[in-house]
T-cell receptor
Framework: ETGVTQTPRHLVMGMTNKKSLKCEQH?????MYWYKQSAKKPLELMFV???????ENNSVPSRFSPECPNSSHLFLHLHTLQPEDSALYLC??????????????FGPGTRLTVL | AQSVTQLGSHVSVSEGALVLLRCNYS??????LFWYVQYPNQGLQLLLK??????LVKGINGFEAEFKKSETSFHLTKPSAHMSDAAEYFC???????????FGAGTTVTVRA
């Protein structure tokens, strides 16, 4: 595997289900991000992890719970979601510091549909 | 925090015509600038970036962009559009001391045969 991978690519869940999205980066980066992309809306930054520590939570509802066990893996745990949470969820990674230029590399996304 | 404005949410061009996508940012110091492309149901792919040095930057798929500090702009161009250029394009910016990116709202490009 190369780059940033995300699983599953598609997910349909009911409002009472619990599911998790997985992201893995194979680039040796030290920062990882979750974004939400809804139709006709700008890209929304949800969470940022830098060296496994959460450094940003942009007022995301508690029904979204991130987890970063190491610098290569990032999870987004989902529970009791609402239909308006249906969107494309994108994971990205970047190298922070050491002369890096903040370029982010994105995974293919998980298309989430909440029924 | 930086803000990014992409003029025009939708651009339609004929195959073979010039593609011009506009991006302006707010910053008092030169930032790092990026253009990303997103094809349907895919993630964002980096087209090109400006960090330092030459202000005309060449990217993949024949695209280029010019950093103009006096105009706080980073417009994206391609001399001759191809059908495969139909996608959504995002301009993004970051300060050199803030690793987060600020994205524009995106411009959807359609290419007419």
């Amino acid at each position: 595997e190369t780059g940033v991978t995300q699983t599953p690519r598609h997910l349909v869940m009911g409002m009472t289900n619990k599911k998790s999205l997985k992201c893995e980066q194979h680039l040796g980066h030290n920062a990882m991000y979750w974004y939400k992309q809804s139709a006709k809306k700008p890209l929304e930054l949800m969470f940022v992890y830098n060296f496994k520590e959460q450094t940003e939570n942009n007022s995301v509802p508690s029904r979204f719970s991130p987890e970063c066990p190491n610098s290569s893996h990032l999870f987004l745990h989902l529970h009791t979601l609402q239909p308006e949470d249906s969107a494309l969820y994108l994971c990205a990674s970047s190298q922070v510091g050491g002369g890096a230029y903040n370029e982010q590399f994105f995974g293919p996304g998980t298309r989430l549909t909440v029924l | 925090a930086q803000s990014v404005t992409q003029l025009g949410s939708h651009v339609s061009v004929s195959e073979g015509a010039l593609v011009l996508l506009r991006c302006n940012y707010s910053s008092s110091v030169p930032p790092y600038l990026f253009w990303y492309v997103q094809y349907p149901n895919q993630g964002l792919q980096l087209l090109l970036k400006y960090t330092t040095g030459a202000t005309l930057v060449k990217g993949i798929n024949g695209f280029e962009a010019e950093f103009k500090k006096s105009e706080t702009s980073f417009h994206l161009t391609k001399p001759s559009a191809h059908m495969s250029d139909a996608a959504e394009y995002f301009c993004a910016v970051s300060d050199f001391n803030d690793y987060k990116l600020s994205f524009g709202a995106g411009t959807t490009v359609t290419v007419r045969a």
